[in-house]
């Protein structure tokens, strides 16, 4: 079968052919890849970055965005069936820590983990991927058409999951996490796929989104944050440390920038008692002015937190489908234009290189839907 595969830390990706892998144990389970997306993370390692090939091999079979199509099972396996849709997390434990072993790989302690297509463990760039029931994610065969949109969706949900958690286990007024959301204001900074999706999340929780980026207010991200009922904030016109100013009280900021300076600029924005969570990687490329001690002040007398979030748990990949059909339900196809540009995996030089200017996501098939 075919694979894209790449030599980690080198411009080496091609298309090779791999054996096809198949059912070995019986919790196994083989699926057909049917779509594959494409994150910046793909474009670092594409680009020389942060990758690693499984122990003993030279090269790494990318991916780790997955939908795929059960084919096979083995015989313990009782989640899925033949022709249901699913996918497969990314990360798997370190097989040390407390937080591994309790499925938590997402908050691994060591750093010893593997995640699939990323680091040490080959990914879903190819025909077919057979992995443990465990690791399964079944999807709804309504959804299929998003469903490739599942894991950066958990990604999201991970983080929001967080940050309600940190602010219902700590103020007084924060009575259970399912309505703290509800009528608040929230600003989620960059509106690209984790944004949006989001912002998805956050209005399916009846939160008031407001959300910045830097493009025309005509242009498609804009267009799909209002049509989910959030309001656009022209980053362009409004300066970031004003936008507090524009929208009182803001209880959560949601950060999918990766840009150091905007993600300090912006905690001036939060309000009282608020909670920020960090998502994207800042690049180092890009030198940062911050007033240290200003920071720490309003930390500590506005009593806000601040948390990164990274990766997520099966539990975060089952909200992220729920949602997804939740908000299916209620927009429509609106989801459906997140996905910018499908191509065939052929494709896949120039999906991993470039990044066109109209693009939210851009999603590699493998096989028909
Ligand atoms: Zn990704
Ligand atoms: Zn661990």
């Given at each position: 079968m075919k694979a894209v595969v790449l030599v980690p830390g080198t411009t080496d990706v091609q298309l090779q052919e791999r054996p096809e892998p198949s059912i070995g144990a019986a919790d196994d389970v083989k699926l057909q890849v049917l779509e594959v997306g494409i994150c910046g993370t793909d474009r670092e390692e594409a680009a020389g970055g942060r990758a690693a090939a499984p122990p003993g091999q030279r090269d790494l079979v990318m991916g780790h965005e997955l939908l795929g199509r059960v084919v096979e099972t083995g015989t313990a396996v009782r989640s899925v069936r033949a022709g249901d849709y699913a996918l497969f997390t990314v990360r798997r434990g370190c097989g040390h820590c407390p937080n591994c072993a309790a499925h938590r790989s997402d908050m691994c302690t060591t750093g010893g983990y593997a995640d699939r297509g990323i680091r040490l463990r080959d990914g879903y760039h190819t025909e077919f991927v057979v992995d443990s029931e465990a690791y399964l994610v079944r999807v709804p065969p309504g959804s299929a058409s998003v469903g490739v949109l599942t894991e950066p969706m958990s990604v999201a949900e991970k983080a929001i999951d967080e940050a309600v958690g940190i602010q219902v286990g700590r103020l007084p007024d924060a009575t259970d996490a399912a309505s703290w959301l509800s009528g608040k204001n929230v600003l989620v900074a960059g509106l690209g796929p984790i944004g949006l999706l989001a912002a998805v999340a956050l209005r399916l929780r009846g939160a008031n989104v407001h959300g910045l980026d830097v493009?025309?207010?005509?242009?498609i991200r804009p267009r799909i944050l209002e049509r989910l009922g959030g309001t656009y904030v022209d980053g362009r016109q409004v300066d970031p440390r004003a936008v507090g100013e524009q929208f009182p009280q803001i209880g959560l900021i949601f950060e999918a920038t990766g840009v150091a300076q905007l993600e300090f600029d912006l905690l001036s924005a939060l309000g009282a008692n608020g909670a920020y969570v960090l998502t994207g990687l800042a690049g180092g490329d890009r030198p940062t002015t911050v007033d240290g001690a200003l920071l720490m002040r309003t930390l500590v007398l506005r009593n806000q937190v601040m948390v990164g979030s990274v990766n997520a748990s099966q539990r975060h990949f089952a909200l992220a489908v729920a949602d997804l059909e939740r908000a299916k339900g209620q927009w429509g196809d609106t989801l459906g234009a997140l996905i910018t540009h499908r191509l065939p995996y052929t494709a896949f030089a120039d999906a991993l290189s470039h990044h066109p200017p109209d693009e939210i996501k851009t999603v590699l098939e493998w096989s028909a839907l």
């Open positions: 493009v025309d207010p005509g242009s």
